[in-house]
């Protein structure tokens, strides 16, 4: 029989939460533009621990949607990638989130009735 792994394998909570985190990102590019570095920092506030490298992509990704457009700003001698949410990232976010509340409340109830 096998045994059960006390830590759940860090790939995959990475693939767990990696809907998770980019509902987070288009949050936040709703309201304010964002940059790379800034939303690793602001992830692992909450304690997703992602790499730039992992991070780029998905942005890559959610402008590839069009959910996130970037433009580039000056930061003293170079440039800096800045993305904020389009029309069709906010849709999709408050779509979401009603997606979000359904799950909250389904866990919690689950919970209440483990107990």
């Not at 759940?8 to 288009?26: E, F, K, N, Q, T």
């Not at 580039?72 to 906010?90: C, D, F, H, I």
Request: charge should be positive; aromatic fraction near 6%; hydrophobic fraction near 35%.
């Amino acid at each position: 029989m096998k045994k059960a792994k006390a830590d759940p394998d860090p790939a995959v909570d990475r693939d767990l939460y990696s809907g998770m985190m980019r509902l987070h990102v288009l949050h936040h590019a709703t309201e304010r533009p964002i940059f790379g570095l800034g939303m690793v920092e602001e992830l692992a506030r909450h304690g997703y621990r992602i790499s730039p490298g992992t991070l780029y992509p998905l942005l890559y990704g959610l402008e590839k949607k069009g959910y996130l457009r970037s433009t580039e700003q000056r930061n003293g001698k170079s440039l800096r990638k800045v993305y904020r949410a389009t029309p069709l990232g906010r849709k999709a976010l408050t779509a979401a989130s009603a997606k979000v509340r359904e799950l909250i409340g389904e866990l919690m109830e689950g919970q209440r009735r483990a107990c």
